[in-house]
């Protein structure tokens, strides 16, 4: 990670979230803003490795500043950083795209051992929200049936994926196209009901894909 986003109109809570970011990642360059506007103005300039962003901000939704970091550069990690924990913020925010969601009620040194799970393609969840989404699905997610049953080429793609590889190292992994594995991800997306790689890596847990074959 070399360059970060940081979201959060709160001037202490902004600082305690740089401090977080530069222990997780100690060589990595901040910019600081505190609303959509200066958010959006900043992704103009400079597209971050890493955005932490809170949802409630005084001109809109951080959900906004997502969706534009994820339309220009959907390898970026975005990790919702918010007070707000209710089944509708957290599905809200990973169909947006999140790679992750962190809750602030959490110590400093929690929040960056999750943030340096990132690195080992872990996504950055607080224990209570993955509690809660592994709810939400248990209840509303659909079941991998024989109408949606991933192939074992899907299956494959949806294990690399879900380690946190990006589709060209899939495809290296796998001898194919990039391309090729882009289309994959798409018919899995659409077979799970899914939108995001947080999601992706949760139902590869579930289905046992989420370690190599053979471990």
């Not at 990132?118 to 509690?131: D, N």
Request: overall charge negative.
């Amino acid at each position: 990670m070399k360059q970060a986003l940081i979201l959060e109109d709160v001037q202490e809570t902004r600082a305690w979230l740089c401090d977080i970011a530069r222990q997780a990642f100690p060589d990595i360059a901040l910019t600081e803003v505190a609303t959509v506007a200066t958010a959006n103005l900043a992704l103009d300039r400079q597209v971050p490795d890493l955005a932490l962003i809170d949802l409630g901000l005084p001109d809109g939704s951080g959900l906004e500043v997502l969706r534009k970091l994820k339309s220009v550069s959907p390898q970026s990690i975005a990790v919702v950083t918010t007070i707000m924990g209710d089944d509708v913020s957290v599905v809200s925010a990973l169909s947006a795209g999140a790679d992750g969601y962190l809750q602030k009620d959490q110590t400093l040194e929690q929040m960056v051992a999750q943030l340096r799970q990132i690195s080992h393609g872990i996504p950055a969840l607080s224990p209570a929200i993955a509690r809660r989404i592994m709810g939400h699905f248990s209840r509303t997610g659909p079941a991998v049936n024989d109408e949606g049953k991933l192939t074992e080429r899907e299956s494959d793609v949806l294990a690399l994926i879900s380690r946190g590889l990006r589709n060209a190292e899939v495809a290296a992994e796998l001898g194919l196209a990039e391309s090729t594995v882009a289309g994959y991800i798409k018919t899995i997306y659409r077979k799970l009901g899914i939108s995001s790689r947080a999601e992706a890596a949760w139902h590869a847990t579930r289905m046992g894909l989420s370690q190599p074959r053979g471990t």
